[in-house]
């Protein structure tokens, strides 16, 4: 999977992504998070008409390039940067044997279920989900706090509030806060 440069800007309830590889690439929306997950969605269906007409899919650069780049026109003090992955379709399934907890695999069946998906269905949403998330570099809206119980480590949203992610194991996560003890 490779990984775009995208330039972020804008205010209030406008706010446009546009991507310096890939030239009329762009997103936009009513947050930050809405127009990286357009820039994410018009990323892949470029990508998807120069795979159809067999042009080359220009690689990306890494962010210093692209930051040195005059004509990116990057300015870093009204803009940001942002990764904007590109998820070909191969329209080809592939077999994958996967080990989960049990009871994290039969909470996918429920939701699976309850949604009307199947579980590869469901699996696939929710990869889906986490990759195309895209990451805002130097976020600092997540924290981490540590369950008195089983010791795992459960990172929360701190703008929504809401838990999105839960380690299987006793390891922090790498580059998140810890919450105060309350």
Same mark, same amino acid.
């Given at each position: 999977?490779?990984?775009?440069?995208?330039?972020?800007?804008?205010?209030?309830?406008?706010?446009?992504?546009?991507?310096?590889?890939?030239?009329?690439?762009?997103?936009?929306? /009513?947050?930050?998070?809405?127009?990286?997950?357009?820039?994410?969605?018009?990323?892949? /269906?470029?990508?998807?008409?120069?795979?159809?007409?067999?042009?080359?899919?220009?690689?990306?650069?890494?962010?210093?390039?692209?930051?040195?780049?005059?004509?990116?026109?990057?300015?870093?003090?009204?803009?940001? =940067? *942002?990764?904007?992955? =590109?998820? =070909?379709?191969?329209?080809?399934?592939? %077999?994958?044997?996967?080990?989960?907890?049990?009871?994290?695999?039969?909470?996918?069946?429920?939701?699976?279920?309850?949604?009307?998906?199947?579980?590869?269905?469901?699996?696939?949403?929710?990869?889906?989900?986490?990759?195309?998330?895209?990451?805002?570099?130097?976020?600092?809206?997540?924290?981490?706090? %540590?369950?008195?119980?089983?010791?795992?480590?459960?990172?929360?949203?701190?703008?929504?509030?809401?838990?999105?992610? *839960?380690?299987?194991?006793?390891?922090?996560?790498?580059? *998140?806060?810890? /919450?105060?003890?309350?």
């Amino acid at each position: 999977m490779a990984n775009y440069v995208g330039i972020l800007d804008g205010a209030g309830d406008l706010w446009g992504v546009r991507i310096p590889d890939v030239p009329g690439c762009h997103g936009g929306g /009513e947050s930050p998070e809405a127009a990286l997950a357009d820039a994410i969605s018009a990323l892949r /269906e470029v990508a998807a008409y120069y795979v159809s007409n067999a042009i080359p899919i220009p690689p990306p650069r890494a962010m210093a390039d692209v930051i040195r780049d005059k004509a990116a026109e990057y300015d870093p003090s009204k803009e940001g =940067l *942002v990764m904007v992955p =590109l998820l =070909l379709d191969r329209a080809r399934p592939v %077999k994958a044997n996967i080990s989960l907890d049990a009871g994290l695999l039969e909470a996918i069946d429920e939701e699976a279920e309850r949604r009307g998906l199947t579980r590869s269905g469901f699996l696939t949403s929710a990869a889906l989900d986490k990759i195309e998330g895209g990451r805002v570099v130097g976020a600092r809206s997540r924290s981490q706090i %540590k369950h008195p119980t089983t010791g795992t480590w459960t990172k929360r949203d701190d703008k929504s509030g809401k838990f999105m992610d *839960v380690k299987a194991h006793a390891k922090r996560f790498k580059g *998140v806060r810890n /919450e105060q003890k309350r």
